[in-house]
């Protein structure tokens, strides 16, 4: 089903879409702007979390205003385009996970004065809403 499709589901609160595999084992999928765009007809979508996407920069998930939380695992974003969707969607907690780092927030980077790129954390530490304080 295309994302034009599952826009049609107005009750839809969370969407999971992975490209199936780590982007590892062969070049990763697009999802066009056009497709993210579509999200917008979903005023009760909260949480997105993407995982192995090639998203050709941020464009299409800057419109997503109703989002409150999104996740982007090992997708293709540099960290200059995770900034300006911070600041597109201020109201949206963003994550971002690769194999050799994470991407924080500034809200987090401010508490643990730490640049934008912290590497060797637990996972569990984000998800315990505590900064990650540990270099690798």
Known sequence: ASLKSVAQIKTLTRLDLSTGGPPTLGPMMGVTVTGLQELQALPRLETLNLTG????????LRELH??????LTMCSVDAQELERLEDDLPDTSISHFTGGGSWLPKRMRRKAGQP??????RMDDCARGSPPLRSG
């Open 53 to 60: 996407w090639k998203l050709n920069g941020c464009q299409g």
């Open 116 to 121: 934008g790129l912290a590497r060797g954390f």
């Open 66 to 71: 109703q989002l409150r939380t999104l996740t």
